[in-house]
């Protein structure tokens, strides 16, 4: 028997591209423009998948929590995307959608549906409490919200990865956001920033006497953040011996404070949040491998901003928005050579550097223009392009390539995150890079740009697909 998929819209573009991504899927597509009489259809039959907007998804999850459905959103709100999938959406696909894309999605939608006799558990909806947004609509990006989705309303402890700078304690705030905790306490704690002899103290608290200068009891984090969750930065710089007693912790909920010989009992859910390649520390018994499993459970590894596409522009345009009046600046629109250096430039700073770029330049800026000039000289050099007949092509200016090649291996292999995928960053790197760069030689036409690369336009879509590479991306600044 075919498949059934029900598609509830009012936009006709949308409609036939699903129309034609069901054709390609051999799915029998029933589309219907509003939700009532979609609910008059789903009273009478009921299809293997529904394709539908957030809003309709609202209701349908309310009639129906059985449902397997495929959601499109515009591309501006990963709130959205979060509380979808932590709904129990399947999946979700940012508009607008290409046709073979649409089909793929549908394809393992439906193969999804056919193994699943009982659909994620759903929710009651949270309240809309407000939280600070992660902004980014790469494909990168987008995988992250949905683990953000899956791993939020699951109490288990969460380990975070990623390079400095990426955003780790926001990831952490929108899980506890989204979590069932999210009413309860929130404690960050930067283990990186304590020293080593008082982060015990800091974690698990002590007891008057219990060292030089401990005049008072104090309260430690676990204890103050009883039944909600405490982020735990930096976690691989917690000492071996802080290490057992978190693990201990994590076991039964039970520890004493430093001195003291009272059990004390903490419900805490941990998300811990680190730069360094624990499993490299684990060789170098410096950190614990039961904890590390302990701490493991669900793990999301954040992006650096170099592979995070067009997300550079879009968090650029955030922060002009978000500084202009504290910085008595007037920025309205980018200027267009703005553009290609903040997309070139490698970013080692991560999000954190641009948004302090960003400030630099509006400290400076005049008029209601962002100019190239404003940028600091070492960004604006780092992300300059050629000129002339190179320009299509983006190029970064380099005296030689050998040289230049040995400047990015020794940039990559000073990254303690890259430990045992150093290889594959740095040729999924340069894959990505020379693509780029026949197309911009090709002004974006797959056939030359192919022939330039000596390989098929087949070989090239699926490469660009798997890089995330598209041909045209524009952003412009809110008014």
């Known amino acids: 028997m075919a498949d059934t998929v029900l598609l509830i819209t009012e936009d006709r573009s949308i409609a036939k591209k699903v129309r034609d991504a069901c054709r390609e899927?051999?799915?029998?597509?029933?589309?219907?423009?509003?939700?009532?009489?979609?609910?008059?259809?789903?009273?009478?039959?009921?299809?293997?998948?529904?394709?539908?907007?957030?809003?309709?998804?609202?209701?349908?999850?309310d009639q129906h929590p059985r449902a397997c459905v495929l959601l499109y959103t515009e591309p501006t709100d990963s709130e959205h995307a979060i509380e979808a999938i932590k709904r129990g959406a399947l999946d979700y696909l940012v508009t607008p959608i290409e046709t073979k894309i649409l089909a793929q999605h549908i394809r393992e939608a439906l193969r999804v549906s056919r193994d699943i006799h009982v659909p994620a558990v759903y929710e009651e909806p949270d309240d809309d409490v407000a939280v600070e947004r992660i902004i980014g609509q790469s494909p990168a990006m987008r995988e992250v919200y949905k683990l953000i989705g899956r791993i939020a309303p699951r109490d288990v402890n969460v380990l975070i990865t990623g390079e400095s700078g990426t955003g780790k304690e926001l990831i952490a705030r929108a899980i506890l956001h989204h979590s069932p905790r999210k009413d309860q306490p929130f404690l960050a704690v930067n283990c990186a920033a304590i020293p080593e002899t008082l982060i015990e103290s800091e974690l698990f608290g002590h007891e008057k006497g219990a060292f030089t200068g401990a005049t008072l009891r104090r309260v430690g984090k676990f204890e103050q953040c009883d039944g909600g969750t405490l982020?735990?930065?930096?976690?691989?710089?917690?000492?071996?011996?802080?290490?057992?007693?978190?693990?201990r912790v994590l076991q039964d909920n039970s520890f004493q404070r430093l001195g003291g010989t009272?059990?004390?009992?903490?419900?805490?859910?941990?998300?811990?949040?680190?730069?360094?390649?624990?499993?490299?520390?684990?060789?170098?018994?410096?950190?614990?491998?039961?904890?590390?499993?302990?701490?493991?459970?669900?793990?999301?590894?954040?992006?650096?901003?170099?592979?995070?596409?067009?997300?550079?522009?879009?968090?650029?345009?955030?922060?002009?928005?978000?500084?202009?009046?504290?910085?008595?600046?007037?920025?309205?629109?980018?200027?267009?050579?703005?553009?290609?250096?903040?997309?070139?430039?490698?970013?080692p700073g991560n999000v954190r550097e641009l948004e302090n770029a960003i400030k630099a330049a509006l400290v400076v800026a005049r008029g209601t223009v962002f100019r190239l000039e404003f940028l600091p000289e070492h960004i604006r050099k780092g992300g300059m392009v050629r000129s002339g007949e190179d320009a299509g092509a983006q190029q970064l200016v380099t005296d030689s390539p050998a040289e230049e090649a040995r400047a990015v291996a020794e940039k990559l292999a000073s990254q303690p995150s890259l430990g045992g995928k150093l290889h594959e960053a740095a040729t999924s790197m340069i894959e990505r890079e020379i693509i780029r760069v026949a197309l911009g030689r090709c002004v974006g036409q797959l056939a030359p740009a192919a022939r330039l690369l000596g390989i098929s336009r087949t070989t090239l879509r699926k490469k660009m697909a798997a890089h995330g590479i598209r041909t045209t991306t524009s952003v412009e600044l809110d008014a």
């Open 25 to 61: 899927t051999e799915a029998i597509l029933t589309h219907l423009s509003t939700l009532k009489d979609a609910t008059e259809e789903l009273a009478a039959t009921f299809p293997d998948l529904i394709l539908c907007d957030y809003a309709t998804f609202e209701a349908v999850r």
């Open 231 to 247: 982020f735990l930065d930096e976690i691989g710089d917690i000492p071996l011996a802080t290490q057992a007693k978190l693990l």
């Open 262 to 347: 009272e059990l004390i009992t903490s419900d805490v859910r941990i998300i811990g949040a680190t730069h360094q390649p624990l499993e490299v520390l684990i060789a170098e018994e410096r950190f614990r491998q039961d904890l590390y499993f302990r701490l493991k459970v669900a793990s999301i590894d954040v992006p650096p901003l170099r592979e995070r596409e067009i997300d550079a522009l879009i968090l650029a345009h955030q922060f002009v928005r978000r500084y202009n009046r504290s910085l008595n600046a007037d920025i309205r629109s980018f200027s267009p050579d703005v553009h290609p250096v903040l997309l070139k430039y490698p970013w």
